[in-house]
Each structure stands twice: as structure tokens, then as C-alpha cells.
């Protein structure tokens, strides 16, 4: 057995420096532009949807505005927190991942009551119903999965979703995140 | 009362308090770097965490109480924000037919969404959503398997502003209640963190960075509370990882076979874990086992796939130092699926390991290569 022992190192190259204080209550300290910190974004990655994502549709639609596009023979840990919602509490969220020219392995938190959460691996999950009752209640969605990209070709990794019903029933996403890094 | 001890880790800093509310204030506020159409940014800051745990136990005894755990505040803020939160509170009873009730109070409840996992016995949970103009507040548990034996909540959570509009400060306190009139626990060791993700704002652009520790009408701290506040150059990373160069296969339901070993932590230092596991069973009717040797106060839960619906689930019981996943069936038949924990631990005499082994003699398990485990030294 070999381990690889990686450090996953997001705090290199920081130049400039803050300062130090006591203060009591109610303090505000300003820094000058002058002796901002610079930092090399070298730790987590983040995409951020901004914009509701809604569906009609019971197969899974990709989510776009949080797609990622991935760097060729790396490997990955993502986490999604995600706003899910629906339009009637009959009627599910389901919520996958597709990917091209990666290799995933995930698995996705999606509460089906409000009791209890939906668990998926390496398949899209199909909740049963979120226990919202109207659009603009949410509830959280959770995915966590590591990422082995291909030597070639564009590896992405897109969540997904759906309505559960073949009856038309709008689900959506709210605003919502991934966030990603190498390891 | 607990003391809280917020390390903020991400630029090296350490603020230290007491407070009556245990009561942490966001500070952080990034530049604005663009002005006009919403700018989405992922952050500046290179690690953006802000870490808490309580020192010593919190411990009510009526069901009509709350004791706050913890408060986390974000000051009024004319950008749009989002973070996350995270959590593992060890909770107890001292009496099984008593609940021990997780609870969220929300000073605005459409910025915040929470999904809230409270044991019942080491093998199950029951769960809450707390969703976004949800007045739930309360994880209800049913019984405990037993008394004065830790076992732990998890907590995930979603905050943002950008559904309201609301540039008003909010406020989010953890609070602990018993099911009925005795004497439940939240335990020293109990973690919290938020993570910053970014902002999106059209605001005009600012040439400074205010670091706002209390601001406005915020003031939840006592008059006799001072904070100390220095930052510092970073001096080393914070995060490190693992990952499994080479497969681990074990086909002995007696013997582990080691997939990680955790070398040149400090022992007494307590760590944050986060295990992806690519895990692997070679029949549908062996189970996947695996166990954590921590070295003392373990906390936590491991997840591993018995079906393609749901989960085998272990607790940790009592800060043991191991923890075994004995449950079940396989999806499917040497195919692969993510087995996950989230954890904390104090460093022991001897280097944490994460073990595999089977359930059925002659049947192999596989840690497959490409598994990760990423962890790091918090309060």
C-alpha cells in the first residue's frame, strides 16, 4: 500500500500584513487599500447560483449556473448546499449529477419529509416529496463527491434536476453553491 | 456557562471570549471590486472559515427552556452574502425516555435553511429540515439507546441573504432543550463552523476592507466582555489531505486491514475530519465495514451505502475510539459508492487510522485508489 500525503495548501503566498487590536464593543476597524493582503486563490473554488432554476420537466435537467468545468487529470472533493423547492408537497425534487470525462462518486442529501432525507449514490436521487408548499419555501439539498478526471477531453460536473410527477409541477433551485478543490 | 473560543484560522487570527450567549460575530467584509451589475466573486480569502466549540458542557433540565450553544451573527450588509455552517454537537440524556431537542431560533427565517441530523441510538437518526418560512425550530428525537452516552448531531445550513433583499443584520443561536423535565447535555467538544462563500453586490466600488467586529444595534455581549484580536502572518496550512495511491482490498472479517494513517498530528490537539471513500464490496450480501481509531473523544458518524436509498449509519458513542459500520447489503456487487464520515477527535497516544474489514469471511471489501481524507486542527 502507498499513500500519497498531500498538503492542500490555500494560504501560500500572502503578502502584507493586518493589524492587531483590543477593542471593546461596537468597533469598526478600517483597513487602507495600501496594506491589503493579497492572496493566491489556491483553496476552495466556488460557484454560486444566483438565480432561481425551475423545471417542469421529470427528466433531469442540467443546471448550468453551477456547472463545473474541471482541469484534466486532477482529482476532486466537491460539496454542493443547494435551496431546493416545490410547488406542491406531493410532488418531489429529484436531484442527480451528470458528468462527461469524469469519474464521480457522490452521494446526495435531499429531505423528502421533514423527517427524513433521501440518500443517492452514484445515481440520480429521487426524493419523494420536499415539504415545502409553495415555491418560495426551500429547503437544503446536500451533495458531497469526489471527481477523478480524464486524461482528455472536457470533464464537467452538473447538477441536475427534476420533477418527480409526470403531472406538470414546477421544482426549482434558489440560490445555491458548490464549492471544490484539489486534492 | 461554556466559554467559546472562536479560532479563526483562515488568516491566522485567534479571538478569543466569554460571552453569556456564546455569541460570535461575522467580521469579515470584502472589498467591493466592481461596480455596477451584480459581480459574483468567489472569495479573496484563502481559507475562510470561522471555528467554534464549546469548553465546557451546556446542561438544562426543563422542556420549556432553551440554553443557547451558540450564536452566530452577521452584521447588516448591503451586498448580497452566502455562507455555510457546519456542526457536530455531542448531545446526552439522563434518562432514556427523555429526547435531547437541537434547536435553531432564526431572527430571519427566509435567509436560513438548516438540515439538522439528532441521533436516536447509534445506528439512526431522525431529521429536520428547517427550511426557509419554516417556524420549526426543534429537531424532536425519540429515545435514546442510553444515558450519559454521547452521541452526535450534525448540522448543515445555507444563509443568504439574496432571497429578501434584506441588507438587515441576522442572527442564528443553537439552543439545547430536554423532551421532558431532566437533565440533558450538549459536551464540551461540540464544533461549529461557517465557511464564507462569497457576495455578489452592484455597490460602486471601495478602496477598503472594514473588518466589522460589532456593529449597528448588535450587541450581544455582556459590558464586561473584552475581545483580544490579533492576526497573524499565516504560518502553515491548515488543511491536509490524504488521498489512496493504491487500493485496499481485505477479505478477513476478523482482521482490519489500515487504509490511512494520520501521522505528525499533536496529540491533545482536537481535528476536524472529512473522509470520501471510494468503497467497494465484492457481493451484494457483504457488508462494507470500517472503524476509526482516533485516540480519544471521537465524535461523529459514518455513512455507507446499503441500498441505492439509503445508508447504513454509525455513531460514535461515548468519545470512543472506534467506530464500526456493521450493516449490510452491497447495491451492487463490486461496483464502487462514496462511503463518507465527518468527525472530530483529540489526538491520542498513538496516530489515528481508518480501518476497513468484511463482513463475510473470503469476500473481499476494497478501499478503492483515488479515496480521500482531508482534516485539520480546530479549537
Redesign the interface.
Known sequence: ????????????N?TG?????????????????SS??S????????K?L?STFSTTSTTQQSVTGLQLTLVNNK?Y?ING???GSTSVTANGLRVGVSTANV?T???I?V?S???????????NA?ATAL??T?L?????V?I???A?TAASGVPTFTPTISSENATVQTVQL????I?YRE? | MAQINPLFLSSGSIRQMTSSLNTVIDYIHLPVTQSGSSLIATTNLPDPYLFASLSANVTVNQNNINQPLYQYDIPNRLENYFYTSNGIIGVSTTAVGTGVRIGLLRSQLANTAFALKSPTSLTAFTFANVTTLSNTTYVLPGLHAATNTIYPTHFKGFTSNILTSSTSSISNTYVVQPETNVFVSASAGSVFYNQFIGYSSSLAPTSSIPIYFNSGSLNTLSGSDTITSSFLPPTSSLWLSQSLATSVSNTSATVYANVFTLTGLTTGQRYLTNLYMIGSSAATTTGFRMRVVTGSQYMGTLWTPTSTTAPAIQNSENGDNITSITAGDWPVASGKYLVYGEYTFVKGATDPQIQIISETAGTAVTAVSGSVIYYRPII
Open positions: 500500500m502507498a499513500l500519497n500525503q498531500t498538503i492542500v495548501s490555500p494560504l501560500t500572502i500584513s493586518l493589524s492587531s487590536f483590543t477593542s471593546p464593543l461596537k468597533s469598526v476597524l478600517q483597513i487602507a487599500s491589503l493582503p492572496y493566491q486563490a489556491t483553496g476552495w473554488q466556488y454560486i444566483t482529482k472533493i448546499y443547494l435551496l469519474e462518486y457522490y452521494a442529501e429531505p419529509t421533514t423527517t427524513a432525507i433521501t440518500y443517492g449514490f452514484n445515481a429521487n415539504a415545502s409553495e418560495n419555501d426551500y429547503s437544503l446536500l458531497k463527491a469526489i477523478i434558489g440560490p445555491s453553491v464549492y486534492y
